[in-house]
């Protein structure tokens, strides 16, 4: 072997390691996340494998939706309806609840969205 | 018009490049894009002992018979094939700065990352701009290096049955036998 | 030789460039427009054009949310008093057209979409934002409602762009019909901005157009029930999927539901379906075929579907049941378990 041969495939190992690390850092590889998104604000993105509680500001007032052993839900809001709280626990990839009145919604992302939209 | 030959041995190896580019179209892939490329050997010695144009001649010619008897001409095999190829052969192309410094080993590495980023690049492009493409990247640089390092070291191995110094020679002096 | 050579090198740097240069890929956007939420996905275009197209969709939808809005002062409710006082008002081509539409719909679904009952969606509560709290109202109320009979054909469309009514009683909301309307306009906008491929989805009616890179839009089919979804259908090219679900919007009183989607022949949420999904080039005529069907009813809904002309039809009744046309039935793929059984329709071609 030649001393460019050394170099390239010293570079070509570099290369894979660098790879193979930004691959297994890259942020939420495994399990779900949430969007939260509150009109006329940044959406939350979270992971569902972390119990939290979020207190979000909508137009009504706040509503509460609390993460629990990777599930999520509204767990109170101002609107009147509480068609929000109505519709329970979200876990699975695509799942979605929404809060109209409040301007308010969460819906499960996955690493494969099964779905491009959701027809209802 | 007259043929030397060296032109005659080109032909010949332009024929086995074309050869081992059909029986090797007919195995199975674990995923689109890992493939041996056992035609590169050809591509390799055709460098080390022709030079960088005649390398560019078998290579060509290779994709474009090939894909003409395999009926994949201008289809997107065809062009991820071009696509792989054309990065290979500029990667080649730069190690022309210092011949003296590269042996069979590190250019086969060399034109095999080539060449699949090369290919990579046309088929996010084109084809598939989705991010999930590229998870796929480590694996398809893994199986790309591996080979690379296979076929440089097949191609070492012909090199020095055929009795030729493993160092590119200056492909100047080659152009014209 | 070392033109060709050379020529690819060239190439090579222009492909690397192009793959820099493009942040292609998929785009979300999600607006509140119409009360309910809006999404756009655009697939293969550049941020800043999809950036752009979004921001004067949303301003075209808030255009036509304020231009129809069905209960909130504006433009459509002042028309609807001028019409109520039996003036004859001026409107513009493209306004009078959308009404004329409308109109043309309503008398193929034989006036089960009736767009002309507003006043008896008004006292069912369903003119506000919110859910209503109910009571329903008294059968009194509602016999007065129905005896004087408003439907499309009440309309009179005269010389010069001119409109009146001959009913009293007639008032208009146009309710999915406006969504229906604002899709287009939105496609429109992105069309004109080289836009090729995406969803245009108002409170999970949509358009889709173009594809998902190598693969189909696909769209799941929510549960009438539950979360998540009951089926899935991979769209063409230019095509629009709309549902109507009595689960949509309704309200609980003294046990009883009561929803939504109000059968203009006895003034009561129509019984027996739970959601009507139809496919269509046109998204006015799936928004109103499946509105129409879901009132028909079980026994009804193939007439129905022959009548208005939607061949893609899936219809769930209130035991779980579903019946589909047969072009509907090759296309549907269910995404529970276990499968359930489809009744395909023998009448509709």
């Known amino acids: ?120 | 018009m007259k043929t030397t030959r060296d032109d005659h041995r080109i032909a010949w190896l332009t024929g086995l490049a074309i050869l081992i580019h059909m029986l090797e179209s007919t195995l199975p892939s674990p995923l689109p894009g890992v493939k041996p490329g056992l035609a590169n050997v050809i591509t390799l010695i055709v460098l080390m002992m022709y030079g960088w144009s005649a390398a560019c001649w078998v290579t060509l010619l290779r994709i474009l018979v090939g894909s003409l008897l395999l009926g994949t001409f201008l289809s997107p095999t065809f062009l991820l094939s071009l696509s792989g190829a054309l990065t290979m052969l500029a990667a080649a192309a730069t190690t022309r700065l210092a011949p003296a410094a590269f042996g069979p080993i590190g250019l086969s590495v060399l034109m095999a990352i080539a060449h699949i980023a090369g290919q990579f690049a046309v088929a996010y492009t084109l084809f598939i701009p989705h991010q999930g493409l590229f998870s796929l990247l480590p694996l398809l640089m893994t199986a790309a290096v591996a080979f690379g390092l296979i076929n440089g070291l097949i191609s070492q191995a012909v090199l020095r049955r055929l009795g030729h110094p493993t160092t590119a020679l200056d492909p100047a002096r080659r152009e014209h036998p | 030789m070392m033109r060709i050579c050379h020529g690819a090198v060239l190439a090579l740097a222009v492909i690397g460039l192009a793959a820099c240069g493009r942040n292609a890929g998929e785009h979300s956007y999600r607006l509140f427009v119409f009360g309910t939420l809006v999404d756009i996905t655009t697939y293969d275009a550049q941020r800043e054009r999809s950036d752009r197209a979004v921001q004067q969709i949303e301003a075209a939808m808030q255009q036509i949310d304020h231009d129809w809005h069905a209960w909130r002062p504006g433009p459509f409710t002042e028309l609807n008093a001028r019409l109520a006082a039996g003036e004859t008002v001026t409107l513009d081509t493209v306004a009078l057209g959308q009404i004329r539409r409308a109109a043309q719909l309503s008398a193929t679904s034989h006036d089960l979409f009736n767009p002309a009952i507003g006043k008896l969606i008004a006292v069912w509560g369903f003119h506000n934002d919110d859910a209503p709290s109910g009571p329903p109202p008294t059968p009194p109320q509602i016999y007065a409602l129905l005896s004087a009979r408003p439907t499309m054909k009440d309309l009179v469309f005269g010389d010069g762009n001119t409109l009146r009514s001959t009913n009293p009683s007639l008032q208009l909301d146009f309710g999915g019909y406006t969504k229906a309307l604002a899709i287009d306009t939105a496609i429109a906008i992105l069309q004109r901005h080289k836009i090729h491929n995406a969803i245009v989805n108002i409170g999970g009616d949509m358009r889709t157009i173009g594809r998902h890179g190598l693969r189909h839009w696909r769209i799941g089919i929510r549960h009438p029930q539950q979360p998540g979804a009951i089926a899935s259908i991979e769209t063409a090219d230019d095509e629009c999927i709309f549902t109507s679900g009595t689960y949509e919007r309704y309200f609980e009183y003294q046990g009883q539901t009561y929803h939504h989607l109000i059968d203009p022949r006895n003034g009561q949420p129509a019984r027996g379906v739970l959601s009507v999904t139809v496919l269509h080039k046109d998204p006015a005529v799936a928004e109103t075929a499946a509105k129409a069907i879901l009132i028909a009813g079980v026994s009804q809904w193939q007439y129905l579907a022959r009548e208005m002309g939607v061949k893609q039809v899936l219809v769930i009744d209130q035991n779980m049941q579903f019946h589909a046309t047969a072009q509907m039935a090759s296309r549907v793929k269910f995404e529970i378990t276990p499968t359930p059984d489809l009744n395909i329709s023998k009448t509709v071609p």
């Not at chain 1, 929000?84 to 819906?107: K, M, Q, S, Y």
């Open chain 1, 1 to 120: 072997m030649k001393s460019g041969d050394y170099l390239i495939v010293t570079l070509a190992a570099i290369m894979l390691i660098a790879l193979y690390v930004n691959m297994w850092s890259a942020p939420q590889q495994a399990g779900d996340r949430v969007r939260i998104v509150a009109e006329g604000s940044e959406p939350i993105i979270a992971p569902l494998d972390r119990d939290h509680v979020y207190r979000i500001h909508g137009r009504l007032g706040d509503s509460v939706i609390e993460i629990h052993q990777g599930r999520i839900h509204f767990a109170s809001s101002p609107c009147p309806g509480k068609q929000c709280i109505h519709a329970g626990w979200l876990e699975r990839d695509g799942d979605f609840a929404a809060c109209l009145p409040n301007g308010i919604t969460v819906t499960v992302l996955g690493r494969n969205p099964r779905f491009d939209a959701i027809n209802f």
